[in-house]
Nanobody, 120 residues
Framework: QVQLVESGGGLVQTGDSLRLSCQAS????????VGWFRQAPEKEREFVGA?????SNMGTRDSRFAISRDLAKNAIYLQMNSLKPEDTAVYYC????????????????WGQGTQVTVSS
C-alpha cells in the first residue's frame, strides 16, 4: 500500500509561484503513475496533470504548471507559476497502476491534500 503526503501549499499573491510536493512511502512507488488533482470550494474535483510510472509525462491542463519527479526521494512535484485567484483549491496527489490517468476514478491511493490560496 502506498501512502501519499502533499506539502508546499500556502497563501500567495497573484503572479507568484509555488512548488507542491507529494511524498510517497510504502509499496513500490516507482511502479505507480501519479496524478495531481484540485478541488475548489463548491466545485468538482478536476485533473491537473500526471506522470506515468515510466517517466512519461502526460503534461498538465495549463502550461503554467509542470510535473516532475525524483525517484531517489520518492517524490513527485507540481510546479505552479503565474498563479491566479482561480487556482485557489485543495491540491491532491494520487497514485495508480491504471492506464487511464485523467480522472480520479482511476486512482487507488490519495493524499490528504494541501491548500493553495491565491489572493488578488
Amino acid at each position: 500500500q502506498v501512502q501519499l503526503v502533499e506539502s508546499g501549499g500556502g497563501l500567495v499573491q497573484t503572479g507568484d509561484s509555488l512548488r507542491l510536493s507529494c511524498q510517497a512511502s510504502g509499496g513500490t512507488f516507482r511502479t505507480y503513475s501519479v496524478g495531481w488533482f484540485r478541488q475548489a470550494p463548491e466545485k468538482e474535483r478536476e485533473f491537473v496533470g500526471a506522470i506515468r510510472w515510466s517517466g512519461s509525462n502526460m503534461g498538465t491542463r495549463d502550461s503554467r504548471f509542470a510535473i516532475s519527479r525524483d525517484l531517489a526521494k520518492n517524490a513527485i512535484y507540481l510546479q505552479m507559476n503565474s498563479l491566479k485567484p482561480e487556482d485557489t483549491a485543495v491540491y491532491y496527489c494520487a497514485a495508480t497502476k491504471n492506464v487511464r490517468l485523467d480522472s480520479g476514478e482511476y486512482y487507488y491511493y490519495w493524499g490528504q491534500g494541501t491548500q493553495v490560496t491565491v489572493s488578488s
